[in-house]
């Protein structure tokens, strides 16, 4: 097992990050996943949250508005919708996407309002723990 993965995070505006980590942390939509050197290889979307990367004693954090991840044992990459990194992440930028997320549910039809309500939840969650 090698003890290093890469960790790549892309935006539809730019790539936030090509590094190597020992243990990359993602914000599944089924909860938080960690992935390390070797994992078995996995697809998931992902929910409002942290992607958190540790490489030995550093850790970076970047917040992620949704998207995709894929693990593998050589690496993760996170596709992201919007992502910023947690040193740029403002209470005005959490209540924006908090004001689309309750606009949204206002106006979807049955079929989504579960999905609306929980990405509203997720960005109140993040709100509350990391503003």
């Known amino acids: 097992m090698a003890d290093k993965m890469t960790f790549e995070l892309v935006s539809p505006e730019r790539q936030l990050a ?26 998931t979307t992902l929910r409002p949250g942290l992607v958190t990367v540790t490489n030995g004693s550093d850790t970076t954090e970047y917040f ?15 596709l992201a919708e919007e ?9 005005e ?9 309750e606009a949204a549910l206002e106006t979807v039809g049955d079929d989504g309002r579960q999905a ?15 503003v």
Do not use: C, W, Y
């Open 18 to 43: 090509s590094a190597e980590a020992d243990m990359v942390v993602i914000p599944g939509m089924e909860g938080d996943l960690g992935a390390l050197p070797g994992h078995a290889p996995f697809l």
């Open 64 to 78: 992620v508005t949704g998207g995709f991840a894929e693990v593998s044992n050589e690496g993760a990459a996170v």
């Open 83 to 91: 992502a910023v990194e947690r040193s740029g992440l403002t209470r």
């Open 93 to 101: 930028f959490i209540d924006g996407k908090i004001a689309a997320a």
């Open 116 to 130: 609306a309500g929980q990405r509203l939840n997720d960005l109140k969650t993040v709100a509350e723990q990391f």
